[in-house]
């Protein structure tokens, strides 16, 4: 996986790949899922706030991609 200089695109295609992104519900992780997902991967967006993530995955869905959320604490061993 590549960056496109100055084009703030990844150059891969992640389709048929899932990709896990943690602290997905907002900011730099709400990106990279937005980012992922126009690259054609399935994202799995994880983070505390189910809820928040739950948004940001049905917002991702209705562009067209393949997301889901789900609440994970990775601060956790349980």
């Known amino acids: 996986m590549n960056a496109v200089p100055g084009s703030g695109r990844l150059r891969a ?6 990709v896990l992104v943690t ?3 907002q900011g730099i992780g709400a990106a990279i899922a937005r980012r992922f997902a126009q690259s054609g991967a399935c994202v799995a967006l994880a983070d ?3 809820d ?4 940001q995955a049905d ?3 209705r562009a067209g991609g393949d997301a889901r ?6 601060a956790s061993r349980d």
């Not at 928040?52 to 948004?55: D, E, I, L």
């Open 13 to 18: 295609d992640f389709s048929g790949h899932v």
């Open 69 to 74: 959320a789900y609440r994970v604490d990775a």
């Open 48 to 50: 505390l706030n189910v």
């Open 59 to 61: 917002a991702l869905v």
């Open 23 to 25: 602290g997905a519900a």
């Open 52 to 55: 928040a993530a739950a948004a």
